[in-house]
């Protein structure tokens, strides 16, 4: 069995501190959060990998720009083709080009960008939805959480260095 680690544990305290302060922030200025903790999930997922840290973001930020194309190629569609065949069609092209394009162009057609293009289409069905706020919350935002965790894991570092042998 597993033991608990001060590390781990004290890591979590800053980690908590990180969420607290983006949830009241963005809550003062109105912004939903998730985008920018589906960044922190991802980087965590990552295993703390900055050179990870453009893939999350670009490939977020186009996952969720998607939402706005999709809208676009539904006006332009689903009058012929009927609404749920427009909305498949959509979804097979992101996801033939994520898997085609996934080596060559890996910082936008990856995995994340299908995450986040599934995560805004559920939140477009929120009242009032703004796409535009999610890619800022998301870019910014993520950026924010991303350099966060990297300052936490730099602060645990001047602690493991300062504990004696």
């Known amino acids: 069995m597993a033991k ?21 922030i963005s809550g003062k200025l109105g912004f939903p959060a998730w985008p920018a903790f589906m960044v922190m999930i991802f980087f965590f997922e990552a ?12 490939g977020g930020l186009f996952g969720i720009v998607n939402i ?18 427009a909305m498949l069609v959509y979804v097979i092209v992101f996801v033939y ?16 960008a299908f995450m986040f293009f599934l995560v805004a289409a559920v939140a477009a069905k929120t009242p ?26 730099k602060i645990m570092g001047s602690l493991a260095a300062k504990k004696p042998s």
């Open 68 to 85: 706005i194309l999709i809208k676009m190629f539904l006006g332009a569609t689903a009058a012929s083709m009927g609404l749920e065949l």
């Open 97 to 112: 080009l994520i898997v085609a394009l996934g080596e060559v162009v890996s910082i936008v057609f990856n995995n994340y």
């Open 128 to 153: 009032a939805p703004n796409v535009f706020v999610w890619m800022g919350v998301e870019v910014v935002g993520g950026a924010l959480v991303i350099a966060a965790i990297l300052g936490i894991m």
């Open 47 to 58: 295993h703390l990998d900055i050179k990870k840290a453009p893939h999350i973001l670009v």
């Open 4 to 24: 608990l680690s001060k590390d781990r544990l004290i890591f979590g305290v800053f980690l908590i501190i990180v969420v607290a302060l983006v949830e009241i």
